[in-house]
């Protein structure tokens, strides 16, 4: 590893030991599982998901889909116009929904989870450029982009290979018993949300993934991304999240990720669910979780207010990415009261 990363705890030996797997995610908020899945199947996933890419081009002319290499000047982050473009089409593809079904990670949260394991429907993919490393997605908790219940886990997964420097991802290994929500701020990268304990701790964790490799941590481990330094391949990998059944989930977990954003950048909402499931062969993954038992809560939009103040304070005093955070927002929200106010504060009148 580097100076200031260590390896991963390899927990393969622990499998078929949910006793063993509940007490190393009690102590450490993490569970690295080498292989979880079947490395053809991920690579499989993989062709399907750069092929999409590939149409959309994203990808160098002339080059395998296989090898994701990105054309650098289509490079984009998810809250830049025309990454929904792309990334909608790869999110319609029926199988990049159901690897969040492969058995093998609904087997593992069985061990975890206390009653009937719920797969989020709002399955997630990172497609993240090189070069970009701005965009990286910060130190955060999932818990307060996610909320609902903090017996709510994550699988991330790259699909493909990922080596440090295709910035994969790092935990911050600590037991959920006496963790609590941390302060997060206000950050330009992925989730918008970053943790400032995070910065130059030596006990941050990651590793040279391998396809079917899986890292599951608890909605209170803080983890980042690191930086994609590689000179032109694109980081492909998935999250996605679990929770019981029965505890409460927050409204926007139930929705497509990522509403679509119009070509000047306007906020067009949520894609709709048949849209997504448009083109599918097989209706059993459709509207499953439209079943599920527990209660459905608002989203708590108090951190996210939280960081969008920090930033209006910041791009007053001319920070550069708060700035673009609020270009971003004027764009989006041209009509409502705070675009209005980010549109006063750009230019110069707040
Ligand atoms: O892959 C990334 O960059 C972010 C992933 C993440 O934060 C998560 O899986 O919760
Ligand atoms: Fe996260």
Redesign the pocket.
């Given at each position: 590893m580097t100076a200031t990363l260590q390896p991963l705890r390899v927990s393969n030996d622990a499998l078929d030991d949910a006793d063993e797997l509940r007490a190393r995610m009690g102590a450490e908020g993490y569970l690295f599982i080498e292989r979880l899945f079947d490395p053809d199947a991920v690579l499989a996933l993989r062709r399907e998901m750069l092929h999409v890419m590939q149409a959309g081009g994203w990808l160098a002319a002339g080059t395998d889909p296989m090898d994701g290499v990105a054309d650098v000047s289509r490079r984009c982050s998810e809250n830049d116009i025309g990454y929904t473009d792309v990334y909608h089409e790869v999110y319609k593809l029926q199988a990049f929904h159901e690897a969040g079904h492969w058995p093998e990670v609904l087997g593992l949260m069985q061990q975890l989870i206390d009653g009937p394991v719920f797969p989020h429907p709002i399955k997630?993919a990172?497609l993240?450029f090189p070069q970009y490393t701005d965009h990286?997605?910060p130190a955060?908790q999932?818990y307060v982009?996610n909320q609902g219940a903090y017996e709510t886990f994550?699988c991330?997964a790259p699909v493909g290979e990922c080596p440090l420097e295709l910035?994969?991802?790092a935990v911050l290994p600590c037991s959920p018993k006496t963790t609590d929500v941390i302060d997060h701020h206000f950050s330009l990268g992925?989730?918008g949300l970053s943790l400032e304990e995070s910065l130059d701790r030596p006990e941050w964790r990651s590793t040279n993934y391998e396809p079917g490799d899986a890292l599951v941590?608890h909605s209170l481990t803080p983890?980042?991304?690191l930086p994609n330094v590689t000179e032109n391949r694109l980081?492909v990998?998935l999250?996605n999240?679990y929770q019981s059944t029965h505890a409460p989930i927050a409204e926007g977990l139930l929705r497509p990720h990522l509403n679509k954003m119009g070509s000047d950048g306007e906020d067009l909402g949520p894609m709709s669910w048949d849209e997504v499931y448009a083109g599918w062969t097989d209706d059993r993954l459709q509207y499953y979780w439209r079943d599920r038992e527990g209660p459905t809560v608002p989203k708590d939009q108090r951190y996210a207010d939280a960081a969008l103040e920090e930033a209006f304070e910041l791009a007053r005093q001319g920070d550069p990415a708060a700035r673009l955070r609020l270009e971003r927002l004027r764009r989006r929200e041209p009509n409502s009261a705070r675009g209005l106010e980010a549109a006063a504060v750009l230019d110069g009148a707040s």
């Amino acid at each position: 590893m580097t100076a200031t990363l260590q390896p991963l705890r390899v927990s393969n030996d622990a499998l078929d030991d949910a006793d063993e797997l509940r007490a190393r995610m009690g102590a450490e908020g993490y569970l690295f599982i080498e292989r979880l899945f079947d490395p053809d199947a991920v690579l499989a996933l993989r062709r399907e998901m750069l092929h999409v890419m590939q149409a959309g081009g994203w990808l160098a002319a002339g080059t395998d889909p296989m090898d994701g290499v990105a054309d650098v000047s289509r490079r984009c982050s998810e809250n830049d116009i025309g990454y929904t473009d792309v990334y909608h089409e790869v999110y319609k593809l029926q199988a990049f929904h159901e690897a969040g079904h492969w058995p093998e990670v609904l087997g593992l949260m069985q061990q975890l989870i206390d009653g009937p394991v719920f797969p989020h429907p709002i399955k997630i993919a990172r497609l993240w450029f090189p070069q970009y490393t701005d965009h990286t997605t910060p130190a955060h908790q999932d818990y307060v982009h996610n909320q609902g219940a903090y017996e709510t886990f994550t699988c991330w997964a790259p699909v493909g290979e990922c080596p440090l420097e295709l910035g994969g991802l790092a935990v911050l290994p600590c037991s959920p018993k006496t963790t609590d929500v941390i302060d997060h701020h206000f950050s330009l990268g992925a989730g918008g949300l970053s943790l400032e304990e995070s910065l130059d701790r030596p006990e941050w964790r990651s590793t040279n993934y391998e396809p079917g490799d899986a890292l599951v941590f608890h909605s209170l481990t803080p983890h980042k991304a690191l930086p994609n330094v590689t000179e032109n391949r694109l980081r492909v990998s998935l999250d996605n999240r679990y929770q019981s059944t029965h505890a409460p989930i927050a409204e926007g977990l139930l929705r497509p990720h990522l509403n679509k954003m119009g070509s000047d950048g306007e906020d067009l909402g949520p894609m709709s669910w048949d849209e997504v499931y448009a083109g599918w062969t097989d209706d059993r993954l459709q509207y499953y979780w439209r079943d599920r038992e527990g209660p459905t809560v608002p989203k708590d939009q108090r951190y996210a207010d939280a960081a969008l103040e920090e930033a209006f304070e910041l791009a007053r005093q001319g920070d550069p990415a708060a700035r673009l955070r609020l270009e971003r927002l004027r764009r989006r929200e041209p009509n409502s009261a705070r675009g209005l106010e980010a549109a006063a504060v750009l230019d110069g009148a707040s």
